[in-house]
């Protein structure tokens, strides 16, 4: 069954640090760029960070970069995502997620697999 | 705020047909694909591509896409489909991912 499972979520005060896990089963991690995406409580979807399959790209949104670093071990078939510094509002559900990518006319890109997600608090 | 903009509450009767659309420059360079997220679950995946639907996904779920604007169009929806849905794409540059701002969809 293909999965992924987050963890390493829980209550951190304000300007602490956080280290996420996602640990992925039942496919060819490596070959997959995996993304993280947060959801405050009562908001919206908001992507956090990207790494391609092979390290060598790795992006982060405007809200996190500086202060999150994303990385990830094929060897293990987990992506992480360590938080520093971090503020009351990056409190909310974090989720990782398998993307892919292709071409029909135009580009595609699409995130097919989800984790159940781990809670994050920040609150002093 | 967001590269991709969607109404944030739609309606429809029990049986009839609703679209979801979602607006953003950069859906005339990608397809943009659609979750659907009931409270307290994770999102899953309804629609990508062009018009692709995940195994497991009925087929009244389909998408389209226009210009600037892609849509997702529930043909006959029954009450399971109560939910957020939201769309999501790439930016202008192509390296940062986003998501519209989500449309609650009410089945009455």
Known sequence: ?124 | SSELTQDPAVSVALGQTVRITCQGDSLRRYYASWYQQKPGQAPILVIYGKNNRPSGIPDRFSGSSSGNTASLTITGAQAEDEADYYCNSRDSSGNHVVFGGGTKLTVL
Do not use: H
Not at chain 1, 54 to 69: E, H, L, M, P
């Open chain 1, 1 to 124: 069954e293909v999965q992924l499972v987050e963890s390493g979520g829980g209550l951190v005060k304000p300007g602490g640090s956080l280290r996420l896990s996602c640990a992925a089963s039942g496919f060819t991690f490596s070959t997959y760029s995996m993304n993280w995406i947060r959801q405050a409580p009562g908001k919206g979807l908001e992507w956090v960070s990207s790494i391609s399959s092979s390290y060598n790209y790795i992006y982060y949104a405007d809200s996190v970069k500086g202060r999150f670093t994303i990385s990830r071990d094929n060897a293990k078939n987990s992506v992480y995502l360590q938080m520093n510094s971090l503020r009351a509002e990056d409190t909310a559900v974090y989720y990782c997620a398998r993307e892919v990518s292709g071409w029909e006319l135009i580009y595609y890109y699409y995130m097919d697999v989800w984790g159940k997600g781990t809670t994050v608090t920040v609150s002093s």
